[in-house]
Nanobody, 119 residues
Framework: QVQLVESGGGLVQVGGSLRLSCAAS????????MGWFRQAPGKERESVAT????????TYADSVKGRFTISKDNAKDTVYLQMNSLKPEDTANYYC????????????WGQGTQVTVSS
């Protein structure tokens, strides 16, 4: 049971950058996978990036590889999503999520933070 609070969303020009933050509380993250998901209007929610809190292993959606970086700060129990070279198609509500590494259970979700990329 982890409480998640996202921040850092906003309006940015094409090619610009934003850094999203997700502060976690409630229990240790040592056996959790943290992730960023996004949902654009009229589309299904999709995984953007994940990170294993213990090992640091990361995954990325093909659409963001080379542009986005997920990272964590152990001391602050916070996960970040650095977004560079932003495109209009990156516009979405971005959600932080967490789940135990084992057993498989549904993700716990934050409230979301809006990212809008305009030309």
């Amino acid at each position: 049971q982890v409480q998640l609070v996202e921040s850092g969303g906003g309006l940015v020009q094409v090619g610009g950058s934003l850094r999203l933050s997700c502060a976690a509380s409630g229990r240790t993250l040592g056996r959790y996978i943290m992730g960023w998901f996004r949902q654009a209007p009229g589309k299904e929610r999709e995984s953007v990036a994940t990170i294993n809190w213990l090992t640091g292993t990361t995954t990325y959606a093909d659409s963001v590889k080379g542009r986005f970086t997920i990272s964590k700060d152990n001391a602050k129990d916070t996960v970040y999503l650095q977004m560079n070279s932003l495109k209009p198609e990156d516009t979405a509500n971005y959600y932080c999520a967490a789940r135990p590494t084992f057993p498989a259970v549904p993700w716990f979700w934050g409230q979301g933070t809006q990212v809008t990329v305009s030309s």
